[in-house]
C-alpha cells in the first residue's frame, strides 16, 4: 500500500458505539422507552413531568438511525406520554400539550436529519480521500513510465539495444504491477498475468526491432 494511505487511514475518526453497533443502540432505547413509562406510571405525581426523560431514547434512536428513525422515535414518544395520560387521568390544555408533544417531535427531526449530513459528509469524506490516494499513485505510474521511457530511449540512442529492451520490459512489469495493485484494492477481484497481461514467470516479452538494430 501507498506511503500516502497510512496518514489517512490514521486520520480516520472511529465511529462511535451507537454505529458500531446500532442493533444494542435500538435494544437500549426500547428499554429507556419502557423505563420511562413506568416511571412516569408507578413514580411521583403527574406534576413531576418524568416523560422529558423520553428525549434520552429519542436522541439515541435520532442519532443512530436518521431522519426517519428520528422522527418515529418522536412520534413512539408522544404516544406513551398519551398512554402515561390516560391512564393517570390527566389533563392538558393545547399550550401543555404543545411544550410536551412539541420537543420531542422537533428533537427526533434535528437530531435525525444532522446524524443524516453527518454520515453524508463521512462518506463524502472517504470518497475525497480514496480519490486523492488513487491520484497520487497514478502520478507515481505516469512518473515511472516516463523515467522508464526515457532511459529507454538513452540506451537506443547509445546503441545498447538489449540494454534498452531490458528497461522497457522493467518498466511494462512495474507499471502493470502497479496498476494490478489498484485494481485489487479498488475491490475488482484478483489479478493475476490473463488478466492483466502481466509476465509470467517463465515468459519473455519479444524482442521487437533487435534483430534489425543488429
Same mark, same amino acid.
Given at each position: /500500500? ?7 487511514? @490514521?486520520? !480516520? %475518526? #472511529?465511529?462511535?458505539?451507537? #454505529? =458500531? ?16 413509562? $413506568?416511571?412516569?406510571?408507578? &413514580? ?12 434520552? %431514547? ?29 391512564? @393517570? ?11 410536551? +408533544?412539541?420537543? $420531542?417531535? +422537533?428533537?427526533?427531526? $434535528? ?22 490516494? $488513487?491520484?497520487?499513485? &497514478?502520478? *507515481?505510474?505516469?512518473?515511472?513510465? +516516463?523515467?522508464?521511457?526515457? !532511459?529507454?530511449?538513452?540506451?537506443? =540512442?547509445?546503441? *545498447? ?12 512489469? =512495474?507499471?502493470? *504491477? ?6 485489487? @484494492?479498488?475491490? /475488482? ?5 490473463? #488478466? ?8 519473455? @516479452?519479444? =524482442? ?7
Amino acid at each position: /500500500m501507498s506511503d500516502f494511505a497510512w496518514p489517512l487511514r @490514521r486520520s !480516520a %475518526p #472511529r465511529n462511535p458505539w451507537f #454505529r =458500531q453497533h446500532p442493533s444494542i443502540a435500538f435494544v437500549v432505547a426500547a428499554g429507556l422507552y419502557g423505563a420511562v413509562l $413506568l416511571l412516569t406510571l408507578f &413514580a411521583g405525581t403527574p406534576g413531576d413531568d418524568y416523560f422529558l426523560l423520553y428525549v434520552f %431514547p429519542v436522541a439515541l434512536i435520532a442519532i443512530t438511525f436518521g431522519l426517519r428513525a428520528g422522527a418515529l422515535a418522536g412520534l413512539s414518544a408522544v404516544a406513551f406520554v398519551v398512554v402515561w395520560v390516560v391512564l @393517570r387521568d390527566v389533563s392538558f390544555s393545547t399550550a401543555g400539550w404543545a411544550a410536551r +408533544v412539541a420537543p $420531542l417531535l +422537533v428533537l427526533g427531526l $434535528l437530531l435525525g436529519r444532522a446524524a443524516d449530513r453527518l454520515r453524508w459528509a463521512e462518506a463524502e469524506r472517504l470518497r475525497l480521500e480514496a480519490a486523492a490516494l $488513487l491520484h497520487r499513485e &497514478a502520478i *507515481e505510474i505516469n512518473d515511472s513510465l +516516463v523515467q522508464g521511457m526515457a !532511459a529507454a530511449r538513452w540506451s537506443f =540512442q547509445a546503441g *545498447e539495444v538489449e540494454a534498452g529492451l531490458k528497461i522497457l520490459d522493467e518498466t511494462l512489469n =512495474q507499471a502493470q *504491477e502497479l496498476v494490478s495493485d489498484l485494481i485489487r @484494492r479498488a475491490g /475488482m477481484g484478483p489479478s493475476g498475468p490473463a #488478466r492483466t497481461g502481466t509476465l509470467g514467470s517463465g515468459e519473455r @516479452r519479444p =524482442q521487437v526491432g533487435s534483430s534489425k538494430h543488429r
